[in-house]
């Protein structure tokens, strides 16, 4: 049988950390303290004009590649997932695919799961690979979320940062991806979204992230626990034997409310929401990596990584590393 692993991780950020001071220095009506307590958020970076999901994204797949060992021509399929792509058209995946300098003849698109973006899109690369189509596939979340934040709304713009998370995905005969599951609920689009539009030539509706943070807050909890409990059973994993969970980078509340749901304890939840602050689809992959870099996510571990974002769309990924 065919399986998909993890061949090698990379991560990019743009430019220095932004801190919650600087924040309040730029004129916004906030607080260090108000956000690190409701956020656990310390800092986010952002792209700098003229950086684009592209740029950031073609910068941690060549971390990625690296890491692998493999060159950009090893690859036969990129997908990035983004909700901030450069252009209507191309995609973001072609433009990645020419600033890698890749040979022309390897698929690339783009998916939009919000924040679930990365884990749709290592669930599709990995169903690719276990067809026996592709054996190699970029597998990418990059995002500049700061283009489409309401700088005069501090209850979104204080939550999110810039950046890019990428995996190389290979073919394989033992699993590394262990099990997968997707969902979403349409209904739910009213209370994450950003509802601008363009249309003959001008943007009709906000361009801006709208929120319900409650309501956000208390829906991810509950479909990230039970987005685990579905892989957990279909991989027939007791919670006792994951060494690691990495939930989307949101908040830390909604982290730790859903790791205590699933009986997972605090020092085994991969944080990095504090430093990057929420990245959408970038975010589980930049903690991915983080955590592999500094030597906590080791080789034969079992890791849960988990989606949850606009639509709504949630899902997540049971991995030995
Ligand atoms: N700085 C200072 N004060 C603020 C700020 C800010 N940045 N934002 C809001 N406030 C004030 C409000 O005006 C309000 O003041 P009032 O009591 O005088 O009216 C007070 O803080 C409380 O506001 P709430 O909106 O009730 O704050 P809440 O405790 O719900 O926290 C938060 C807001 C942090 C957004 C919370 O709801 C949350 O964590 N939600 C999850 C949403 C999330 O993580 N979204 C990320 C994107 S979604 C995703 O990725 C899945």
Known sequence: MIFSRIAGTGSYVPGAPVTNDDLVARGID???????????????????????????????????LDAAGMKPADIDLVIVATTTPDMVFPSTACLVQH?????????????????????????????????????????????????????????????????????VLEADEVPGIMATTLHADGSHSDILSVPG?????????????????????????????????????RAALPVDQ????????????????????????EDHVIVTVDRHGNTSSASVPLALDAAVREGRVKRGQTVLLEGVGGGFTWGAALIRY
């Open 30 to 64: 906030t607080s260090d303290e108000w956000i690190r307590e409701r956020t656990g958020i310390r800092a986010r970076h952002f792209a700098e004009e003229g950086v684009t999901t592209s740029k950031l994204g073609a910068e941690a797949a060549r971390r990625a």
């Open 99 to 167: 600033e890698l300098g890749m040979p022309s003849g390897a698929a690339a698109f783009d998916m939009q799961a919000v924040c679930s973006g990365f884990v749709y899109a290592l669930t599709i690369a990995d169903k690719f690979i276990r067809s026996g189509s592709n054996k190699r596939v970029l597998v990418i979340g990059a995002e500049t979320v700061s283009r489409i934040l309401d700088w005069s709304d501090r209850t979104t713009c204080v939550l999110f940062g810039d950046g890019a998370g990428a995996v």
């Open 197 to 233: 539009q363009i249309a003959n030539g001008v943007v009709t509706g906000s361009p801006f992230i709208r929120m319900d943070g409650q309501a956000v807050f208390k829906f991810a909890v509950r479909v990230l626990a039970d987005a685990a409990h579905e892989v957990l059973t």
């Open 242 to 265: 994951l060494d690691w969970m990495i939930p989307h980078q949101a908040n830390i509340r909604i982290m730790l409310a859903t790791a205590k749901r699933l009986g997972v304890s």
